[in-house]
């Protein structure tokens, strides 16, 4: 699965605690989200975020680090920018639960 991160997990280091290899990964910008910071950051639609696509099968370990069972960020699909097309993931939080610094619509 490709999946875009934006938040602590473009660090490398952190990558390969949650999923074993670090997974691969190169330093975009995608345009028509942006990042939110708040206690957790999440993305919310307008403008362009910095981050690192992934490719990773390590689905299951992706959403227990992003804590979707307890419900504070849910993993959408969004159509990805640039040459390549196709979707990717993207981890979205619940900004009730994040305390955003911005509203998020």
Known sequence: MDVLVYGT???RDRRAAVLGDGGSSSP???DGLHRVEGRYPTLAPG???GGRPLRT???GALDRYERV???LYVRVSVPRTGPRGGREAVYVGDPGRLDPAEPVE
């Open 9 to 11: 997990l473009t660090d």
């Open 69 to 71: 069972e307890d419900g």
């Open 47 to 49: 403008g362009a975020v």
């Open 57 to 59: 099968d390590r689905v």
């Open 28 to 30: 975009p910008r995608r």
